[in-house]
């Protein structure tokens, strides 16, 4: 049976739900994907009322949350794809997206585990021959999907952005 493990990025980054702007990169056997992504800050009990609130800053002009550009790498990736499913195809009943209604939710980064019957029904950039156990991972943007046969993944903050 196929499960959907939901994986964090890292000590509370997320990416950013509206204009990610994911860009990928071939090093070899290593993927990048570069994108949008944000850290909530948590709010305090001096919340911004009124205006202010409702554009998300203080009277003091501080953000409620951080912004950034993120890095994945997938680290010995045999194969990668980029499909154009959106949020919209996700959530129609006959939508074309091959995990809507399987996975939990769109827009999350996911490694698929178990026997997937469809992962090979669709064409893949192929690097290498893949290894004996490589691990499926798949990333709903917003207007896009992402997914790799890879041997494992990190992710960073792009510090030059």
Known sequence: MLRFVELRL????????????????V???????????FKPIPVN?????????AFGRSSRKA????EAWGVLTFARCSRWRW?????????????????SGIASEWGKFYELIGD??????????????????????LFYFRDE????????WSFSLDRDA
């Open 10 to 25: 890292g000590e509370g980054w997320r990416e950013e739900p509206n204009a990610p702007d994911p860009q990928v990169s």
């Open 145 to 152: 999907t992402l997914e790799f046969l890879a041997d494992d």
């Open 63 to 66: 953000p409620w949350f951080d």
């Open 116 to 137: 997937d019957p469809i992962r090979d029904a669709v064409p893949w950039e192929q690097l290498a021959a893949d290894c004996a156990a490589p691990r499926h991972f």
């Open 83 to 99: 499909d154009a499913t959106n949020e919209h195809e996700w959530f129609k009943e006959d939508g074309n997206g091959r995990y």
């Open 27 to 37: 090093a070899a056997s290593s993927v990048n994907v570069r994108f949008r992504c």
């Open 45 to 53: 009990a001096t919340r911004p009322r009124g205006i202010l609130a």
